[in-house]
């Protein structure tokens, strides 16, 4: 970790900012990304709770979750390519596991790429476990869409 990461709540007025991340974090994969649009309606919606992660007030990542009843799944994280391999992405998703936790959640859901080895072995590490399979769920820009695994966390 790193110890000049700064976390808070991603707020409306960080809108432009959390879509800039999650723009450009999916540009290599042939993605859109979200606009600030997509993200102010998810941050409008029940049980979400999203973070913005700045360094020496610079952008570096941001993730958004849902948590209803029992169950969470993390919707999005995303991390500047500047800025990656230096632990952003663990940092993010430890405080979604405490916020989630916090809200009742025994089990976090997430779904990733099947190409995307860097996401696979970061959710891995953290204990997910693969417990399905979409097929050709992610469109890549003009390639073949790409296959899903959807992962759990249970909570002891
Ligand atoms: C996946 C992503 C969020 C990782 O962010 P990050 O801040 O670089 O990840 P971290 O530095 O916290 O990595 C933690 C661990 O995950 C694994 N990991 C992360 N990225 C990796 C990569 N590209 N290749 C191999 N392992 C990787 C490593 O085990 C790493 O630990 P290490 O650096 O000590 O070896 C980032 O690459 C990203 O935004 N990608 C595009 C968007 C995306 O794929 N989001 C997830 C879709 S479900």
Not at 7 to 29: C, I, K, Q
Not at 93 to 121: Q, S
Request: hydrophobic residues 45%; neutral net charge.
């Amino acid at each position: 970790m790193n110890a000049g990461f700064v976390l808070n709540p991603l707020r409306a007025v960080d809108l432009d900012r959390a879509s800039r991340l999650h723009r450009e974090a999916f540009l290599a994969m042939g993605e859109p990304g979200w606009t600030r649009q997509d993200i102010a309606g998810l941050l409008a919606s029940p049980g979400v709770a999203a973070f913005l992660l700045t360094e020496s007030n610079v952008d570096v990542g941001m993730a958004i979750c849902r948590t209803a009843a029992d169950e969470a799944e993390l919707l999005a994280i995303a991390v500047d390519p500047a800025h990656r391999r230096r632990g952003a992405a663990r940092l993010l998703l430890g405080a979604v596991i405490d916020r989630v936790r916090g809200d009742g959640a025994r089990t976090l859901f997430l779904e990733v790429g099947a190409d995307n080895p860097g996401a696979l072995k970061l959710y891995n590490s953290l204990g997910f476990e693969t417990v399905g399979r979409r097929t050709a769920y992610y469109m890549r820009g003009d390639g073949p869409a790409a296959d899903a695994f959807v992962m759990r966390l249970d909570f002891t």
